[in-house]
């Protein structure tokens, strides 16, 4: 290609690759969805078909991607988390933030009618999404990061239950109910909950309860005593393969693409989970289930 004397204008363009070898999350989130979300009058506090549908365009993401290992939603926010051995778009922060963003929400868009029939979306209310990209240097740190999501889901919803349940069953104002939730801690509003309303929180859906986890499907595994502590002995062996070469990344994300994408609402602070599914971790995939091969 000619040089044009305009071409000097590439040089404003800053680098912003992502460090080797960490893993990348991107976190996405619904902009202004306290405002959306009484406009399609989604249901207080918890909405199924507003949670399922962001669970249809996150399992789309993934299959559309087969660099993410898992993805974990709440409320209006997804995780995505691609593998340290992912080399997508050379590792550029916006190349990934803004391709899953925009992926989620054509997606979300595209499905909204399956959720919402009655509620065609308008202009002026259309659903957006931000997003941003956060490393993680090894597999513990983002096994912590995926837990304080599902902590903070649920100290979230435990609160906005028992919120809700005192302002919609039991007739107070948002500030009186407001007030009296100020300062207390989890087993007062399980006793709100219970003896107020004959509310057992524990029995509320898993969904609301623990959100949504997505992954790829293999064989799962038997938990053995130990199991997690060979994992992490993996994890701090230093990387000596160095960056899987081109075709071995198009044939691990061959792998990756026969695998079913499945929703979940289960603890992934425990390492039960992350036992049974060590391929989440490592990024090698794992044994498809007989039925699918
Ligand atoms: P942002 O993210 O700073 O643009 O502002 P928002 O308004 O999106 O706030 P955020 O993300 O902190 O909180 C999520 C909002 O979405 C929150 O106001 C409640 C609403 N929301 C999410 N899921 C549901 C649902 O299932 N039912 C109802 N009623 N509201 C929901
Ligand atoms: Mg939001
Ligand atoms: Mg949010």
Redesign the pocket.
Known sequence: MANSKYEYVKSFEQPDLLLPNTWIVVRI?????????DRYG??????RR??DLMNAAAAEVMKELPDLCIAYGV???FSFAFHPSCQLFERRSAKLVTTIVSTFTGYYIYLWGTYFPDTPLQPGGLPSF?GRAVMYPNSRILRDYMSWRQVDCHINNLYNTTFWMMVLKGGMSNTDAEQELKGTISSDKNEILFKRFGINYNNEEDIYKKGSVIYRQYQLEDVKAGSSKEQEEEETTPLQAGIPSKSQQEKIRKLRRKAQVVVDHVDIIRDEFWDRRPWILSGKPGRLPAESK
């Open positions: 989130d619904g902009r202004g969805f306290h405002k959306l979300s989604f249901i207080k506090p918890n909405d507003a949670l409320s209006d926010e931000d």
